[in-house]
């Protein structure tokens, strides 16, 4: 597990969002599919040589999300949400077609407008 998830040490990005958002990328891109369980908070920082409260962290705002889900002593699974959340992104992005058309925002402009928007 901790091979699919690395932490630079010299990103400006925290560590608990690189592991946040590197897992959050292959819940939703199927790579960890649903029902796979989690490394342990413990055994996940010690493979990544990274405080457990960071993990703890990413994986708390993961549940927050709904990307993964606590069974108690079971562990931490990846939930059903993930297999959810293309289905909704793609809905939003029609929606904010449909937004845009009715403004009579270009194309170009509104891809503009969201790459601005992804990248700030």
């Known amino acids: ?37 989690l490394p342990t908070v413990r055994k996940f920082a010690a493979d990544l040589g990274i405080a457990p409260n960071t993990v703890a962290r990413a994986y708390r705002e993961l549940e927050a ?11 931490t699974f990846v939930g059903a949400q993930g297999d959810r959340s293309r289905t909704r992104a793609a809905e939003a992005a029609a929606e904010y077609v449909r937004a845009v058309d009715g403004l009579g925002i270009a194309r170009k402009e509104a891809l503009d407008i969201v790459r601005a928007a992804l990248e700030g």
């Open 1 to 37: 597990m901790s091979s699919i998830v690395v932490v630079d040490t010299t990103s400006p990005v925290p560590p608990y969002e690189q592991v946040r958002s590197q897992l959050a990328e292959q819940i939703n891109d199927g790579r960890l599919p649903v029902g796979t369980k």
């Open 65 to 75: 999300a709904k990307l993964l889900e606590t069974r108690g002593r079971g562990g």
